[in-house]
């Protein structure tokens, strides 16, 4: 094959695809399960504590920390679901096209509609 040509494989991209969907389920089973869920009631430590410093870390993980884990989770997750639909659905136009260096921008664009702000609408140039 010319130097020119990528050749895609579609054993690695599927393999990249399941990996990203267990990014994905092991995020959202973090969120509501196991000894630390992050959520906006997250405990860094158990409630009961007596100690002032312990008392402030339990405070900050069901105030700050569990917010900022339940903003970032709420943007990351249907973000990371949307990627992982995105690349199944451009798996079929790439295995057709068969030489990824001659796919157009706007192929991928169609195939990766979450990608629609980054890449122009009428490109036509391929990559």
Not at 61 to 69: E, V
Not at 102 to 122: C, E, K, T
Request: overall charge negative; aromatic content about 6%; hydrophobic content about 45%.
């Amino acid at each position: 094959m010319p130097a020119d040509h990528i050749v895609f494989n579609a054993d690695q991209y599927s393999r990249l695809i399941t990996e990203l969907v267990e990014l994905s389920n092991s995020l959202s089973s973090a969120v509501t399960s196991g000894s630390t869920p992050l959520s906006p009631d997250v405990r860094l430590q158990p409630d009961t504590q007596i100690w002032q410093p312990a008392i402030d870390l339990v405070t900050a993980g069901k105030g700050f920390f569990g917010h900022q884990f339940a903003s970032v989770n709420d943007v990351l997750l249907p973000e990371l679901t949307n990627l992982c639909e995105g690349m199944a659905r451009a798996k079929a136009s790439m295995e057709a096209a068969g030489d990824l260096a001659a796919m157009m921008a706007g192929d991928f664009n169609a195939q990766l509609p979450h990608l629609s702000a980054r890449i122009p609408a009428d490109t036509d140039a391929s990559w």
